[in-house]
């Protein structure tokens, strides 16, 4: 689907120790109104109910690398990317959570809280919880799961 796209920017997201077959895309293009950004990710954790999947923070971080430390191996991924000082969920790097349809998970959104230029070389992480929308810094959305930086 995605092999012939064109796109301004993008992340190879990988997983971390814990769910090392996670993986999949980030694309960001430049559009009229703002900066669409497209995910396809493969093999996250699945759902054990039978009735709905998993929903999982989807963000953009201020720190330039996916790697870490063993206690958060992508720590450097620092905190929510943020320059204009905005209370969560409103940082620049928030994004809508992935939600899991059996391991696979599809999201496309149009964001207008930054430029290309401004992402270039930050990372995306995908957390293990949803993110409630409220608790500051991070929406409580748990432990970092997988990371890619964007290119």
Known sequence: MFSNIFYDAKAIIKGG????KIHG?????????GVLVTAKIYNLP??????????????????????????DEFANSKGHYNPTNCSHPFHAGDLPP???NDGYAYMCVLVNKFK????????????DSTDDFTT?????SGKKIACGKIK
């Open 136 to 140: 500051n810094p991070s929406g409580n």
């Open 116 to 127: 290309i230029k401004d992402i270039i070389g930050k990372v995306i992480i995908i957390h």
């Open 98 to 100: 992935l939600l899991e």
């Open 17 to 20: 120790r814990e769910y090392p």
């Open 25 to 33: 895309t980030v694309y960001f293009n430049s559009v009229k109104n």
């Open 46 to 71: 699945k759902s054990k109910s039978k009735c709905n999947g998993r929903f999982f923070g989807f963000h953009i971080h201020e720190g330039n690398s996916c790697t870490g430390n063993l206690k």
